[in-house]
């Protein structure tokens, strides 16, 4: 990338940064709306399964897509297709709602739709950031990015649970269509210079060169094959069975489950916060190791304190959940934001999309079964002992992780190093 592109990176930062703010304001607000109305139309487990599942297997279909065009088309065009995409699909949503035709049926279907444009969106916009910003200020850009998304993730809760709690599922719709829309107008304005590739699309044959990318690092080979089992673990488990204690067993209220999200966030940017002023002196290694220990410790421990045999009321559940989400908010940036950033470093721009495709398809191709899985037990198992016993499993393949991967898998610079 030359320097003429590097010339406009506080400009183009400032875009991508507001533009990812708005869309997932809206976003966050509508991920709090849709499983309460799942919940509170139907009370199912099984149905909550679905409505993860929906929510990843149709990304993971359109996930390769998006790598192969993200490195042939133009980023900055893709981006902002796809948020006005999902914006007008929302906003037809809304028009069924409006008119007393909104089903749990069809907000399913319109979740597989969103969720196989996002698969489309997130190779390309995530390798354009590299393009963007130049290297040397690549980790404290990320925290940047990653502050904004958490205060996205502050609001867009809060602002989601009330309006549902006050006005239902349907002013959510008209805000998120809104909020996409003014996310792809600001996205228009980035100044970005695309060179196309000359040769003709050889669809199986670009992607191979992703996954070879992988295959030939070894710290990337073991960094996601660890990513694959934790996340079949622990993603259904803070999607499926969580908002299921929560809401169904629990019986909090709309806006309680909202404001919990929040406490998570403000974690997060705490975290980001930290990073920027303090924690950025700390090696990889040191980040990512401690923040895995940290948040499982955290995680264990609100497991076995919310059991029934201690008896405490709500209000006191409550605050353990609150601390429990901060805490977790917190120590989970720690291992995102500098293995985000190093990543950004070790993939060249040309490969960066399918790359990025190929390790978000190995992260998320397995939690489609755990979902629908979890799902499933949670109407025949008791939820408290399935979360806690989840949670120890997790623990213990976290442990083995921290003893037994590379160097690479934390940092994978080295990779370069060694192959220099």
Known sequence: MSEEQY?????NLALIISGRFESVLGAAALLVAMPL????KTGSGTIMGIFTVLGIL???????????IGDRLNRKTIMVLLDELRGLLLFILWLIAINDKMSVGVLLAFRAVLSFCDGLFDGPTAAMFGDVVKKENLKRATSLNAMANSGANIFGPIVGSMLYGYYGLTNVLLMTAVLYILSGVSEMFIIYNHRPKERRVNFVGELSEGIKFV?????????????????????????????YILRT???????????????????????????????HKFSSKALISWGLLLEQAF?????????????????????????????FGFFNVLVNIP???????????????????VLSLLAMGSIPISSALYGYLLDRIDA?????????????????????????????????????
């Open 7 to 11: 010339k406009y990176e506080k400009r």
């Open 299 to 327: 995680v264990v421990l609100l497991s076995v304190l919310i059991m029934p045999y201690f008896g405490f009321g709500k209000g006191t559940l409550y605050i353990l959940f609150v601390t429990g989400a901060a805490a």
């Open 37 to 40: 109305y799942i919940l509170d």
């Open 339 to 357: 293995i985000n950033a190093n990543l950004q470093m070790l993939v060249p721009s040309e490969l960066r999309s399918r790359v990025f495709s």
């Open 58 to 68: 149709p990304r993971l279909f359109a996930t390769p897509i998006g790598g192969v």
């Open 384 to 420: 408290f002992w399935f979360f806690l016993t989840v949670n120890i499993i997790s623990t213990i393949v976290i442990v083995v992780f921290l003893i037994k991967a590379p160097d690479e898998a934390y940092d994978p610079n080295l990779a370069v190093q060694q192959n220099a």
């Open 215 to 243: 295959i030939k690092n070894r710290g990337l080979k073991f960094l996601f094959t660890f990513a694959i089992v934790i996340n079949f673990l622990t993603s259904p488990l803070f999607s499926v069975v969580f908002p």
């Open 249 to 279: 067993v629990l019986k909090f209220s709309a806006t309680q489950f909202g404001t919990l999200q929040v406490f998570g966030t403000i974690g997060a940017l705490l975290g980001n916060i930290a990073i920027m002023f303090f924690l």
